[in-house]
Nanobody, 130 residues
């Protein structure tokens, strides 16, 4: 059974850092591209960062560019999101998502919308105090 479990969220002060983890189980990570999304109360789920199946390419929303770094370790079956210089605007429930990519496709294409992902974790809460 394919499962994603996020962790690492907690309350931090403005300017602080957190590293979120997403552990995958029940499937091999290799053919999947991963995304981190977030959703604040009363808002739609938005994409934060994405990493392709090779791990060599990543994409960031403008709001987090230069502050967040996504990475993956297929051997540990984990995707990470390093978040630095956090602000109250980063407060949200953070979700990890995985999308299967055809193994015969060797390019890079970014899937930015939540509806493009088949597999989701339950989220981890990040709260940033001002």
């Amino acid at each position: 059974q394919l499962q994603l479990v996020e962790s690492g969220g907690r309350l931090v002060q403005t300017g602080g850092s957190l590293r979120l983890s997403c552990v995958a189980s029940g499937f091999r990570m290799d053919p999947y591209t991963f995304g981190w999304f977030r959703q604040a109360p009363g808002t739609e789920r938005e994409g934060v960062s994405y990493i392709d199946k090779s791990g060599d390419n990543s994409y960031y929303a403008d709001s987090v560019k230069g502050r967040f770094t996504i990475s993956r370790d297929n051997a540990k079956k984990t995707v990470y999101l390093q978040m630095n210089n956090l602000g109250p605007e980063d407060t949200a429930l953070y979700f990890c998502a995985a999308k299967f990519i055809d193994p015969d496709f060797h390019g890079t294409r970014w899937y930015l919308e939540p509806q493009e992902y088949e597999n989701w974790g339950r989220g981890t809460l990040v709260s940033v105090s001002s």
